[in-house]
């Protein structure tokens, strides 16, 4: 384990492979939380918060627990059930300890528990078989390539609203159309200083 | 109290599908072992059709290298050839390649077994008239021609090419560092 | 509602892809090729309407306070069961769905209908939304995969189809965006409807996320 890889792992994460314009996780929320700025700041920040924890936590779960005792097969069951207890946990934390984090955030964390990122991010980072290092450098990146996607992406989609196009495509389709553009422009990362 | 009841409730739904899943798990981890035997064995075959058995040698765990998995090719106890499954690193992620070098050093023939490269580019290198060009050349000279070996690059596509011509050297240099094909070549 | 119109709701009314909008992520992840999409439309399927029997059986043993947890253990039970299985029985179908095999459990088409459906009615009509739900789903994904096979890689199915330089973009991630967007103009231009409503609208968490009683932020 070096630095070099540790720098490869992340970029990879955060733009290379991006989570939502290339991996296509995190969908839901990335168009229903990016139509305005605001919420797209917020939504990040509760993503990294949440996404580093619920990570740290499923990776010592699985392996000081679930593989020790040879229960693999209990690992999505085990992930899902720890990552909505961990988010209910920090919203009650918040509540009463970080209010004005909780006044930032706190909407934002129901929300994440469906949100398919968290748990992909979590089976990753078993199934590229990182240690503990690698594994939060990796969550780190992803969590910052959501961030950095959703909020560009938000500051395109104000301007959308105005764009004068026919009716068919109005809504959906014209974000659908801007988002392809998006990925098509995060395609000319891929390999950025050697990396895939 | 109810806390306790509900806690209780959820508790058994839990076991009982961690019970249900232990049986599934149980079942259907025979049938996977049992199809990478196959699929091994079939791969195997692929590379030395005259071989009559394959036996794993191990790989020095501190050995860093990208071979990762090892066997040799016997036909009635006359050793056939090597196979090596080598990890390579293409352009849209790991090539997985399966490698057949001969005692003598050389190329029997090369197959990929995995890669993510573009279409249209580099997912040509599994086709078999870029992987044809292998069979048959002593493994030293298996570097594309810009690398003055004697291999033809897939056009646009050096970087996959090269993952495979890499793969080659990769196990070339490690059956001649462990003594085990003729070493009567420079590289 | 008759058992038949049930079906149709979740096939067109309120088709969870080209309507609702949500269960995006595998939709358009696994929409590279036709046999993709389709065998990620069967294994949600699959576990939607077993999951909608099942619960709809233990709706009244169930207490409402752990029932989204309740629903949740159900769900990943299924998936987990329909990950080794296709990976015991279709392993290349497995590999191509990689990472969204079990995240199907976090698909929110499976815990809207749990909560919205199957928790108020009985098996029959759980059955059938859960069917409808998931052939919706299946028609939408497959019809994405097909797009983006035949255009992208001028195959359907993997069988080639003569005469053709494939556009390679669309089996590529923007081609993704570039399909469904195209999908659900179409779909909006046949159905005359237009859905301006955000993704949570009709999550099951909806209530969860939003008490006041907005599904929108």
Known sequence: MNITELVGIFFSALIINNIILMRFIGLCSFFGVSDKMENSFGMSGAVIFVMVLASSVTWLVYHYLLLPLGLVFLRTLIFILVIASLVQLVELFMKKYLIALYRALGIYLPLITTNCAILAVAFLNIDYNYNFVQMLVYTVGVAGGYSLAIILFSSLRERLKLAPVPDFIRGYPLVFFTAALMSLAFMGFSGLFGLH | MKIFRLGLLLLVVGFISSVLLGYVYMTTQKIIAARQKENLIRQQKEIFPEATDFSEIKIEPNVQTKVVRLFQAVQQNKPVGFIGQVSSSGYGGEVLVLVGITPAGIVEKVRILKENETPGLGKGIVRDDFLGQFSGKDWSVVKLRKDKGEIESLTGASRSSRAVTGAVQELGRYLQSHQLILSSRVN | MSLIKILLNGIFTENPILMLMIGLCPTLACSGDAGSALGMGLAATFVL?????????????????????????????????????????????????????????????????????????????????????????????????????????????????????????????????????????????????????????????????????????
């Open chain 3, 49 to 217: 309407v077993c999951s909608n029997l099942l619960v709809s059986m233990i709706r009244r043993i169930v207490p409402s306070e752990i029932r989204i947890p309740v629903f949740i253990v159900i769900i990943a039970t299924f998936v987990t069961i329909t990950d080794y299985t296709m990976q015991a029985y279709f392993p290349q179908l497995a590999t191509s769905l990689g990472v969204f095999l079990p995240l199907i459990v976090v698909n929110c088409i499976i815990l809207a209908r749990a909560e919205a459906f199957a928790y108020r009615n009985n098996l029959i009509r759980s059955f059938f939304d859960g069917l409808g739900m998931g052939l919706g789903f299946t028609l939408a994904i497959v019809l994405l995969g097909i797009m983006r096979e035949t255009i992208g890689a001028g195959t359907i199915f993997g069988y080639p189809l003569n005469h053709f330089e494939p556009a390679a973009i669309m089996i590529l991630p923007p081609g993704a965006f570039i399909g469904i967007g195209i999908l659900i103009s179409i779909w909006q231009i046949i159905t005359k409807k237009k859905k301006e409503v955000s993704p949570c609208h009709n999550c099951a968490l909806a209530k969860i996320c939003y008490p006041e009683g907005k599904g929108e932020l």
